[in-house]
């Protein structure tokens, strides 16, 4: 990106966000795609028991695991596999407001790291959602939109 692109970056929202991470994502990934297709029903409940807080409506818990499971696990994999996390002299090049909204819940994102994310982005805001998990947009939509709006205003 380059410096006027950047400079006309009035603001990021980070939702979830995390530092530090591994590059690749989990380990698992990297398993042969035959693998994980085969795992993808026990990776998919998994991911909806630590995702979302516990007494999240169960239809928003059906539909998750509805879409997770039409998920192709080689996009799922090379996804991951492709995935690089910022480093710490990165976000603090960062001149924007940013904001980070993590649930307090989260437990594929602990919020340690959103809250250690937030303090390497020099103008940040940290927001912590009481009671929800890692998918704060599933779980709590309008308190989210809340959120975002006062932070655009």
């Known amino acids: ?9 009035s603001g990021i929202i980070l939702l979830s966000g995390s ?6 994502g989990h380990p698992i990934m990297m398993l042969p795609c035959f693998l994980l297709n085969w795992l993808q029903p ?3 409940n998994a991911f909806r028991e630590k995702a979302y ?8 818990l059906d539909k998750s695991l509805e ?3 039409c998920n192709p696990m080689n996009v799922c994999k ?3 596999v492709q995935s690089k996390w910022a480093t710490m002299q990165e976000c603090k090049g960062v001149t924007c407001k940013a904001l980070v909204v ?3 819940a989260d437990q594929i994102l602990p919020i340690e790291q959103g809250r250690t994310l937030a303090a390497a982005l020099p103008s940040s805001e940290f927001v912590e959602v009481q009671g929800c998990s890692h998918q704060i947009m ?16």
């Open 1 to 9: 990106m380059s410096d006027a692109e950047r400079s006309s970056v």
């Open 19 to 24: 530092m530090p991470g591994r590059d690749g």
């Open 42 to 44: 026990i990776l998919s």
């Open 53 to 60: 807080a516990a007494g999240t409506d169960s239809a928003i």
């Open 67 to 69: 879409r997770s499971s």
């Open 78 to 80: 090379y996804f991951y």
């Open 102 to 104: 993590h649930g307090s």
């Open 138 to 153: 599933e779980e709590r939509p309008m308190e989210l939109a809340d959120i975002m709006t006062r932070f655009m205003s």
